[in-house]
Structures are given as C-alpha cells and as structure tokens.
C-alpha cells in the first residue's frame, strides 16, 4: 500500500516527517450522471497505490457482481459504498477518499450528479480549492454541468478542471475535444469563472490521468495528477488576506491564563500586533501565540494556535479576533446568497438558527430578492424557496455578527440555516454584504418603559396566545375573556384573526409563506402592546410551531401564555358557523387549515382548554382566574 518511495527502504523517520510536511488539497468531482466521477477518483486511488490487496481483491470480486465494465476493475465501487450507489450504479452521498504522491495529499470528495443530490454537492464544495467538472465526450455540456459549474463558482472554487471524460467511447476525437471546450466557454464567462483548464481522458483506461495519453496526440496539455499536485492552495492565498481568528473555545485552564482558541482563516499574526475583537470592537494587543509545542514567533492562515492579549477584555465563543488595522465588518442585515437544502421550503419571516463559525444567532429572512434559473441565469421572482433553489435574500438577524464578505473570505462570509425545531440544516448561505439601513437605524433610548407603564395601570403585561383550528371558540372565548378582564378594571386589547385581515394584514393571503408573515406582524404588534403595559389576548389559528416559538422568543419567560383551544376536527366542523369546512372539502377554498393545510398541535401549552368538557363562559372563567393565579392581575 501507499506510492512508492525509495525512503521508505531507506530512511523510514525522514520519510513520514516529509509526508507530514506535504501540503493538503482538497478537491471535489462533480458534474452529470453517469459521467466517470466514481470511476476517476477509484483510478487515482489505484495509481498512486493507496489500496490494499484485500481491497483490490473485494472490488475485483464486486466488479463481478455490480460492475458495469465486463471483466475489467469497476473502480467506482471503490467509492460507491452504499448498497443503493451499487445497485442503481449511481452517487448519493457524499463520498471522501485520501491518497497521496511524493509532493503532495490529498482529500477528494466524490459529489453526486442526481439533481435531487445538488445539497450534497454544496457540501462537499464548501472547503474544496478546486473542482475537476466531469464531462462525458459523447453527451457534451449538460443542465447539471452548468448547475454545477454555477455552484463551483458561487461556493468560491477558483480553479476549475474540466475533465472531458469517456474519450475512448469518441474515437479519441479531438473535434469532439473542441467542441466541447467551445460550448463550455461560453457558459463560464457568463458567470465569471476564469480559471479554467480542459483535459481529455478516458478514467476507465487511464488516458491522461496521470500520464500523457499516446492515443491523444493531438493534446499537448497537462495530465490530471501534474495538474493537482501544482496547483495553488487556498491557505497560500488566504495569508495575504487580513488576520481572522474565530474564537472555537475559551481557554481557562486556570486563574493564571486565559487565551481564545481558534483556527486562523486568514492573514499572519505575531506578538505585539494590534487587534480588534468583532462585534463588540474592544482593541488590545496579542501577548502571546501559544501552541502544544510551545510559543510560536508567527502564525498563519490554517494554523490552530491560542492567543492571549494584554488585555483583559471580553471576548465569546463565536467572536472574531481580527487585524486592527483591517477589522471584519459587524452587522445583522445582509443580502446573501442561499441554497436551500430541505424538502420543506423556505418561508420568509420564519426564524431559523444562523450558524457561521462558532456563532448561533436567529435569523429571519425578510425577503427574496429573486431565484436564480441556473439553466439560462435568469432572475426570476420567487416568494419562497424550493429544495436545491438558489435565490438572493435579504436577512435580518437578532444581534450583529461579525463578517467578510463570502467573496473575500470563506470562513468568515458562509453560513448556514437551521431549523429551531427540527435542529435539521435546512440551507447554506453567502453573505454578499451588510445592508447600509442596518448602520443608520439604532435603538432609541426611552425614559418611561414597560415596568413604568404597567405600575400605572396596576397589572403585569402579558400576552394570552389562543391557536386553534377554525371554529375551535377562540374567538368567543377570547372575546369573553377581555369582557370579564375590562369588568375587573384591567387594561386590555383583544387582536383577532379576522379583525386584523382587514387592515394589518389584508395584503396576506393562506399559502404557508403568508400564514407565517401574518403571525410575524401579529406577534411584533402584540410586544408592542406589551412594551405599553396591556394585557394582550390574541386568536388566531397560528398554526405552525415555528411561529407560535418566535412570537414566545419576542417576549419575557413570563409574558407569553400559550392557551391551546382544543376542539377535535369533527367538532369544529360541524359547527362551520361561516361555512368555511364546507367550502374547503368542495376545493372551493384552498390551504384551509385541518383539510389542505396542516395544523402543528401545541407540545408544551401552558393552559389547554377542552372544549368538549368546557362551554365558552365556563372556559373564560378558568382562565381569568388561572391568569389570577399566575400573577397577571396582581397590583
């Protein structure tokens, strides 16, 4: 196993102290169905030696069972793990593979063509730096060739390898060759990419791959291996680029030393620099550059090291230690680019968690700028997104981070969206640059506040949450509620579901995107309401955890009662008072909640009302005295 090294015989020490020296590529293939990806990367491993003879043995006797080569190695099954890949001969996972020559290693990972996979190939492009773009001769440029080249060059992979693969199947044809590099031309300037290198090969009989090729002549290019074992590293470029530190850890192993942890991804540092923490943007000074084999004189871009500072300044996980002189940027609005990756689609005034480094704050996006047709470019509307839609979006989040742009820095500019709920990655974004109305608009300072305006009015603000389904008695019960409250001399406000369609809220229609943007409004008007010191009784069917979460998130532990109106399905139908489930079981009225348009059962309610064992004043009894009970009437 592993290539041929004559100080392997020789001098063993010397040999594995240079292979722990060699610089790390990371590459990924990708491209179209069907195109050679598996196959290459099982060639690679295969020249430069990295199996095993039980493993040569295992893929022999695979060929056998799985192969599509005849009575030739299958090299893609040395890939190819899942029971699924080998059936169907296809890639659906992501695929990771090590190997490595006299001058340099190597990390690949083998991204699947399927367009229902292209989330799979975000991830596996999201640290490479390059990309070898499979391209079988006898099909030419594809969908997915352009997909893919597009997410190549939005993910910030600069150096592209276009692998025209499968030319023995052609004849070895180099107008074919031609062809194929005329047509990819043209697509590349029309979205930037400039480094871009065309090789014709056969991976299956090893045509170019790591020696020049006698039956192609006619090309006097350079083989695939020359190829990555000379091109630039991204860690090469990355420290000329100002000095980032995102803070992983806080080291504090005792009273005496107290250092922030992290791996530099960018720019050179060494003691006695000047820096600057984001987004607080407290300065000090770098005191010491500490390392497992001690203190080093200078780190660079890649290194893991702690820092400590002269200082005494606060500093968190998820914080960004950067040059003084050239800080990242601090802000919470953004224009980004996101690749959503979820079956369920994005919907905009939803939060999610945004993770970038080791930072997690909430995120809402505010709007969608357009979805980007990666087939001809085109910039269309979109109100939402679909699983594997690009689109630019405006984002608003709940506390300013610290940032690059994702152009300038990979580390500090990429991010990625989570579900609060779920805890699934439903997206990965780019951060483009801060939005100029997040510098011009501050909190004002106010001198009379909440607790100043509840004492007045003798109560503790708080929002009663009533979600149901449609013709549950929320908003008779509700409406009682407040009629009991305002007879006990408390200061209320009563937001209806119906009430506020008709002038809040009468732009939104009942598509999931527009249920979640009414609860959005409804739930900012009711902190509002709070901040003024009412108490505040709300009905509406909210019917998405995931809003009925952030309404709570807006609000003090303490503020925010959620009162589930459980009425069975039946029930509520057969009362129909506006004949609604009538309508909705005829498809006269679409996205109807409990028919077409499902509704999320509360799991942790604080009150939840049974209305097959409560009439509505029995109802709106309890829960004045349960809103007694906790306090809410107390002063």
């Given at each position: ?34 195109d ?51 059936e ?16 340099r ?8 063509g ?17 990309a ?113 530190l ?14 922030f ?20 943007g407290r ?13 080093l004189e ?36 953004f ?12 919907l ?81 974004g ?5 939005l ?8 004002q ?9 509840a ?19 929320k ?21 209806d ?11 939104l ?17 009711a ?19 995931a ?14 009662i ?26 006269e ?7 077409d ?33 906790r ?5």
């Open positions: 196993m592993a290539h041929i090294s004559d100080l392997i015989a020789t001098d063993i020490e010397q040999y594995l102290q240079a292979h722990e020296k060699k610089r790390l590529l990371r590459f990924i293939t990708c491209g179209s169905v069907d050679g990806k598996s196959t290459l990367i099982g060639r690679l491993l295969f020249e430069s030696k990295m199996l095993f003879e039980d493993q040569l043995a295992a893929v022999a006797a695979d060929s056998k069972k799985y192969g599509t080569q005849g009575e030739a190695l299958d090299f893609a099954l040395l890939v190819d793990g899942l029971a699924a890949e080998r169907q001969g296809i890639t659906i996972d992501v695929a990771y593979r090590f190997f490595s020559t006299d001058k290693k190597f990390i690949v990972a083998d991204t699947p399927h367009e229902q996979y292209t989330r799979n190939m975000v991830t596996g492009a999201s640290t490479a730096d390059a070898v773009l499979m391209v079988d001769a006898r099909k030419g440029v594809l969908t997915q060739t352009r997909r893919h080249s597009y997410l190549a060059s939005l993910l910030g992979i600069r150096h592209i390898i276009v692998a025209i693969n499968k030319m023995d199947l052609v004849d070895y044809s180099e107008k074919t060759f031609r062809r194929i590099v005329d047509d990819y031309r043209a697509f590349a300037s029309q979205i930037g990419l400039e480094d871009v290198t065309f090789i014709p090969m056969s991976a299956f009989r090893g045509d170019n791959i790591t020696a020049p090729s006698d039956n192609m002549p006619w090309y006097h290019g350079t083989t695939l291996m020359d190829y990555l074992e000379t091109v630039e590293i991204d860690e090469d470029r990355l420290q000329k680029q100002p000095f980032r995102p803070v992983q850890w806080v080291n504090r192993p005792n009273l005496d030393f107290r250092g942890a992290g791996t530099i991804a960018g720019g050179v540092i060494k003691p006695g620099e000047r820096i600057r923490v984001q987004p607080s300065e000090s000074t770098v005191a010491r550059i500490v390392v497992q084999e001690g203190d200078q780190a660079v871009a890649g290194q893991s090291i702690t820092l400590t500072l002269a200082d005494e300044i606060d500093i968190s996980r998820g914080d960004v230690i950067s040059a003084a002189s050239s800080p990242a940027g601090s802000a919470d609005q224009e980004t680019t996101l690749v959503w990756m979820h079956d369920e689609p994005l905009p005034g939803r939060p999610y968690l945004l993770k970038i480094g080791a930072k997690t704050v909430t995120a809402t996006v505010t709007h969608i700028k357009y979805q980007v047709n990666v087939n001809t470019m085109e910039h269309i509307a979109a109100k939402t997104l679909e699983l594997n839609a690009i689109g630019v979006c405006n984002l608003n989040l709940d506390r300013p981070i610290a940032f690059d742009p994702y152009a300038e820095n990979r580390d500090t500019g990429g991010f990625i969206l989570i579900d609060r709920l779920g805890n699934n990655t439903v997206g990965a780019l951060i483009h640059f801060a100029r109305r997040s510098q011009n608009i501050h909190m300072h106010v001198d009379v506040d909440k607790a100043a305006r004492a007045l009015k003798h109560q503790k603000p708080c929002v009663l949450w009533f979600t149901g389904l449609s013709g549950a008695g908003s008779a019960i509700a409406n009682l509620v407040e009629k009991r409250l305002h007879a006990l001399g408390r200061h209320t406000y009563l937001l579901g119906d009430n506020v369609r008709h002038g809040l809220n009468k732009d229609g009942f598509t999931d995107a527009d249920r979640v943007e009414n609860i959005r409004r409804v739930a900012e008007v902190r509002l309401m709070v901040d003024a010191g009412l108490i505040v009784i709300t009905a509406f069917i909210s019917p998405f955890r809003e009925r979460e952030m309404a709570r998130s807006l609000l003090g532990s303490d503020e925010f959620e009162v589930f109106i459980d009425t069975p399905l039946e029930i509520a139908e057969q009362r129909d008072v506006k004949g609604l489930y009538k309508k909705a079981r005829c498809g009225l679409k996205n109807f909640t409990g028919i348009s499902p509704y999320e059962v509360p799991e942790n309610a604080e009150i939840r009302i049974d209305t097959t064992l409560l009439g509505a004043n029995e109802a709106a009894d309890y829960l004045v005295l349960e809103l007694q009970r306090g809410g009437l107390s002063g």
